[in-house]
């Protein structure tokens, strides 16, 4: 009964959370409001996710968070000092082809939304086998270096995540 109620029961808890700090006002009317939102759209879109990834809710995933949000606000200090104290020839612009690990393509979004919401890195594009990622990075000294530490700060954790 309650599998019926909450198809995904991750989704509906984040939608809940998400239309609260979008009201930014916490009243009864605004909390009932994003139950019924948080109820609603997964029942209407759970025909839709037949195949949906199996995610491992725990430490796993509140290290990957801690991890993301750590890099973002570290990448925001270190574009701020590449633009205000570094000149334009000095910068070391590069585009990475980052080899992929992971499979799930949902895993893969995830990867690359990780790296474009960390300041002075965009993913690009996905190779069409899936197997490949291209990211363009602001200032990088060692290419290797810089996949090596995707990889390793993201691509291993998602891994665990989405097993």
Not at 21 to 33: K, P, Q, R, S
Not at 50 to 71: E, K, M, Q, T
């Amino acid at each position: 009964m309650l599998k019926r109620l909450f198809p995904h029961p991750g989704l509906a808890g984040i939608l809940f959370v998400v239309w609260l700090l979008m009201l930014n006002d916490l009243t009864i009317g605004g909390v009932v409001l994003a139950a019924v939102v948080a109820t609603g759209v997964p029942l209407l879109t759970s025909r839709f996710w037949l195949n949906r990834p199996r995610i491992r809710w725990g430490p796993s995933l509140v290290a990957y968070l801690g991890v993301v949000l750590w890099d973002i606000v570290v990448a925001n200090f270190q574009v701020a000092y590449v633009i205000l104290f570094r000149r334009n020839k000095d910068l070391r612009s590069r585009w990475l082809v980052i080899p992929l690990e992971i499979r799930s393509e949902e895993a893969i979004t995830t990867l690359a939304a990780t790296i474009s919401l960390t300041p002075g890195t965009v993913s690009s594009d996905v190779s069409a086998d899936g197997r490949a990622l291209l990211v363009h990075a602001l200032d990088v000294h060692d290419e290797g270096a810089a996949i090596r530490r995707i990889k390793a700060r993201y691509e291993v954790r998602l891994l665990r995540i989405f097993a």
